[in-house]
């Protein structure tokens, strides 16, 4: 009987370095995250499509929240735009502006200082 071919780079894959998971094949040393490419093994793996993933990268391939790369997530920010000053509900306010949440609320709308609070 001949041996298997690993799923990752077709060579031939004999028994003792052998991983079945999955329905295929790999060398041990092929068996790796379809993201970012970190080396797998049966108690560090997640798979989604029968694809192997590292336990990082599954939500992102469940989500479908695209490839990532060091510029971000694919269709989202680059990393250093998240929570800036600019996205903040209280953007505004040292200039004069109203600031707070858009629907309302707060301190004029009888916060804190006007007693709306009970405890």
Same mark, same amino acid.
């Given at each position: ?62 989500? $479908? =929240? ?6 971000? &997530? @694919? !269709? #989202?920010?680059?990393? *250093?735009? %998240? ?15 109203? $600031? =707070? ?6 301190? &004029? @709308? !009888? #916060?804190?200082?006007? *007693?709306? %609070?009970?405890?």
């Amino acid at each position: 009987m001949a041996n298997p071919k690993c799923k990752a780079c077709g060579k031939t894959v004999y028994p003792t370095e052998k991983v079945f998971v999955l329905d295929s094949n790999y060398h041990k040393f092929c068996f790796k995250c379809a993201t970012c490419g970190m080396t797998l093994n049966l108690k560090n793996f997640e798979s989604f499509n029968k694809t192997p993933y590292c336990k990082a990268h599954m939500l992102v391939a469940k989500t $479908g =929240g695209g490839v990532q790369t060091q510029a971000g &997530a @694919e !269709g #989202g920010p680059p990393p *250093g735009d %998240y929570n800036t000053p600019a996205m903040s509900e209280y953007a505004g306010v040292a200039d004069g502006g109203e $600031g =707070g949440y858009a629907e309302g609320g707060g301190y &004029a @709308e !009888g #916060g804190y200082e006007e *007693g709306g %609070y009970q405890y």
